[in-house]
């Protein structure tokens, strides 16, 4: 017998286990080949078990678990302070909140490294700084006296590249600067593809390129027509470029594909800013026409409408949104069926305008770029709790991280590899029928065709009509009917020639015409 | 023996006689020849005929010959001559030894015969030249001859005849019986099946080994080919190290230690160990592959069972009688179909043949069987009466079915005969006079046997299938049964025995002559009888009782049920009612106002609210009653309309509303967002985004299917006079332009994007991307959605467990280098066994494989001999 609270613990380890599943098995009793049937069942059986473990080492060895801020009564969530978090926390948390105020080269933009460890903040008017979170150690400051508008890491904490007045430029943690990426022109917005090696930058003339950054090629330049645009943000789970237009239009785009993939009108008005969860299916956009939205991206529709106005949003790990207006922090949590609710507030110094918000990965923190300088806010629940050393490792080494480059350079994916639905990939491709097929292709088809017709088996029928000769002649007949449209197709195409031939003047007319030299 | 010689004997004198008359041929005169041909015309028939009788057949056959020889006593020939040419070496080497034999015989029979036979040879011998052998074997035969040649007056001897002065004899009785049989039902030798049938029948048991032999393998092979990884590896079998090893290298040391050595390697310790604790310590053992057998054993045996009796309880479930009857019939012919149809005969003997060339092929019955060698090796003295017996039969089967053809049909000749003896002699006995005691003894011997019988019965197997739960139940019932009748058997003896010394001089040929069952019928049914109406009448009684009590219960219950009911329905009902009615009656208007306690049940009833028509009906009951209280009810009913309008209004917006700049939820009434977003909106009304998305698309769509070229004719074409101007466009073009036009509303209307309205989804095709598309459907898939699923799962390191991403990406065959794949050996597939466990097939080195075996071969026989010790107690 099993107790009850083992059943529940199967139930959720079930539940769980779905998830690694991704998606049902095929219906094998279709199937007629038993070879196959017996090996795809032994697959099955092979994933099953391989849900189960990854469920059970998810519900036991992850050591933590999120906490969230929990109101009594009639107490909310967003009126909690962070002070009186602050005095809550533990030591290690409560490091983690900070202000530093840099008023001179004002508004910053920061930059995590996927494992939260390194930040890189780079000033409006030229201050770049890279930080080690972790025992907050400066690692290298440095001026560039020119504008900066973006700064983003590479593939680890050893190069970032900087988008600045004329041309992006990559430096290295030493503030060396390695490259200038001319080809990109004023690059107004950069992102990293860390799977693909790829630098996307967004320029002033609308220019989306892409660069790789470990053979230096530049794989792809579209023009994307729609305006100037600072608004560029990568979706995780598809390393699709979303771009937001001033028109109220965002564009979805890879680089083997010299038109966008996907154009959606989301506002009114122009798009301030685009946030892809990580899951990859949800979008939450924000327009100068006072709405934020959320979009369902596998089927473009739209999930939520909210009005409310934000110059900047952010996704955390969790799926917590964060959102930047002025001097006021707002953070949306998700509260069921994808309807964001608000969460929590932070008010910043009256005055200070922010530049950007950034979740920093693997911890509760969301880190603020304003005016005057940087802040960091503690957000109970945002982060994911336990880190997979494999995937992010914060406490990495120098070698683990020479041989994770090593090993993400060997697996680094093709640019062609980027498309909507990246599960596609191995599947069978879509049979479509050509505009203009060749005669070969014509043919092939046509004995295709003629083949399935001969292959037909007719019904036994009676009274006569089975005999010989009739199935014969049925089976010509379809023979036949499957031949008549490529033979028509070919018929058709005679008329062209003969108006060509036909050019011929009649009798009468012919002493008008000019005679050949 | 004798038989057999008798037979050769007539063979080869009639080859001398043949060689004979070849070797005279010439020399004898057509007449004497005729004459020749002619006497032995007769005789051979008769020979032919009298074979099947085992006397005295060639008594004729030489008796009619003698006067052949006599015509030569005319010496026509030259019989010296003859005696010289003729005589080759091979003839006499032929005939001597068997001949010398008989010549020993002959003395002691001659003295016996008439002074004319012991003269009649020497004067074949004189008149022939031929040596006294050639005449050796008639001489014999007629010795017999002439005993009864005095009898003989005219008529034919019959076999009768002969037997008569043979009855005071003690075989007599045998041999009349078998005369008997044979006159009555001549025995006929079955034909034996031709050369090709048998040829056929051998090859189809050969094949049918073969075949037996492969199908050996399937199980194995076919393991192998669904093993989803097959392991190859070396032998690294070091012989690994054991606690007893360990402990017997074992040599004390120290003081204590020699002491308890000392105590340990006490002779008087370690005999009494050897005799007791060993033998203790070995049952306790118990190997687990043992044990595993055991069970795949029982659980096959419990599945044959079971098998078996769904099978039967189908069967029996049948209700057509005409199928029973069909069955029954069939199983009667079967049985009986043996002699009447040649042509199941036929089928007969084919299936005996088969079978015997099986048993000439597998020597199954000769002991060769690994359980009849462990029997024979340990001797078959120790033994218990069962398997001695079994042997006895296993190679009384094998001598069967080897035995010549011809022999066949004896052998259950023999055995029908000695069935017959018994009822015959029984019958006999019973007749004969002398028979009266062996009655009684017979009847003892019954009893006796019976209760033996019983006492038989009443043990229990205790182990293997019968000692299951169910099988247990069954046997014991069978065995009541038995038991039963045994003791109605017994008492019927008892009771016949009483008769028969009762009326011991009173013949009462009835009473013996009624068989068993039916003087059982009647006293079974006696027996029985009295338990059943015991039953019935227990059952009346039950059921009496039963009912009678049903029915005062039924009784009591009902008066219980009616009681309450009436009671319910009389005595609380009216007393509610009338206490409602006074109540209704007495509760005036004014108390309801006055009273206290009714009106705070009303003000609750307002606030939760879902008392609504309770209120209601109160004031439909309280309408006229009092102002107080129609006001009260007026306030409320202005009260609770509110609400809805609020809802109303919030409906009204769809959209989320935030609190604090970025919400606006929870409104006032003079909160002026709405006017906002209205401002909002015609802010960027002059923009109208959406009406330049649509054309955006229209215009993407047409970019990526273009729209059809309106048909239109070259200028002057078809302009030569006003007729032709009327016509206007040719229908071909017309019919283009709209096919044209339909393929492309319907190219769109399959886009994806055909019914998201602000949505542009480019159906472009990415050329480069699509090297990463399947062009075809892998081979052995049929199905894109099977393909498509089996793919679904990632199944690298980075996706899945350390646990299971090894096996998710094991190859089908792991092998280390420098592992030679041997050929397969065959082993027993256990079909318990988990299909998806990693096969481990371990490769043997080469150097001593025999050993390997042999010592494999040994410790399999040691296990099981060990096993069955351990099972057995």
Redesign the interface.
Known sequence: MISATQQKIADELDVRARKYLRGDGANLETLRDKKLKGQLANREKLYGQSAKAAAKAEKWLLPSEEGYLEPEGLEKTWMIKQESIVREVDISSFRKPFDMILPDLGPYKLEYTPSGRYMVMGGRKGHLAMIDMLNMNLIKEFQVRETVRDVVFLQNEQFFAVAQKKYPYIYNWRGTEIHCLKEHGAALKLQFLDKHFLLASVNKSAQLHYQDVSTGVIVANYRTGLGRTDVMQVNPYNAVIGLGHSAGKVTMWKPTSAKPLVTMLCHFGPVTDIAFHKGGHLMATTGMDHKIKLWDIRKFGLLHSYTAHAQMLDFSQKGMLALGNKSHVHIWRDSGNQDYKQYMSHEMVKGYQLAKVCFRPYEDVLGIGHSMGLSSIIVPGAGEPNFDSWVANPYETKKQRREKEVHALIDKLQPETIMLEPTKIGTLKPRRTKANPTKKEIQEEMETAIDAAKNITFKKKTKGRNKPSKRTKKKEEGVFKAKRPFLEQKTEERPFKRQKEEVELPKALQRFSRKKA | MTGKNTKQKPKGTKKGGRDKKKRHGPRLPSAVRKELEHLNADPNLEQSELEKDEFGEDVYEYDEETPEEETRKNRRYDSVDNYEYELPKEFEDEDVPSEDEELDSEPSEKSDDDQENSRHPRMLEDITGLPSMAFDGQQKKQIVVTDFQGDLNGKKISIHDLLDPLQQEPGYKNLRKKLHKIETKPMTVQVPLPKEEREKLERKVAYYHTRKDMTKWEPLVKRNR?A?TLHFDADVNLGFSTVGSIASEFEPRTEFEKKMALLVHDPEIVDAYNKDGVRLLELNKINIEDVKEHQHRLAKMRSLLFNHEMKSKRIKKIKSKTYHRILKKERLKAASAMEMDPEVAKENARKQEFKRAEERMTLKHKNRSKWAQRILKRGLDIQDEGTRSAITEQLHQHALLTRKMNSIEDNSDDDDNSTDDNDNDDSDELLSEKGKKNVSKLLNKAKESTLKALEDASELPKSGVFALPFMERGLKKQQDAVEEEARMALDEYDASLRQHEKGHDIKNPKSAKVSGRKVFGPLKDKLQKPHKRRNTFNDDHNSDSEGGSDTIDRADVDEEVNNPAQNANLGPASDDDSENVTHSIFKSFDDIVKEPGPKTTFEVAIFASDCWKKINGENVVDAGSTKAAAIQNSQMLMHLPEPEDMDQDSDGDS??????????SSPKRDYE?PS??DL??Q??AG?D??A??EK??LE?LNEECPEPEKPELIPGWGQWTDIQQKRGMPSWMINEHKNAKRKREEALKKRK?AS?K?????E???K??????????PF???????????????IGP?F??A???G??NRPTVVKKPGVIIKPIQYEEVDPNDDP?QPRRIVQKPKAQPKANKDNSARGKLKKMASTKKKIKP
């Open positions: 669904e989803p959209e989320e509303k935030m609190v604090d700049g970025f919400l606006s967002l906002q977003a909002i909106h802010a960027f923009d985004v959406e330049e998305f955006y698309k993407h994007d998201l602000n949505v542009i989804i480019s472009n095709v990415d480069k991307a699509e090297k990463l598309l399947a062009k075809t459907l052995p898939y049929t199905s894109e959605e099977v393909y498509e699923q089996s793919i679904r799962m990632p980075d899945n467990p646990i299971t991403a096996t998710l998806d």
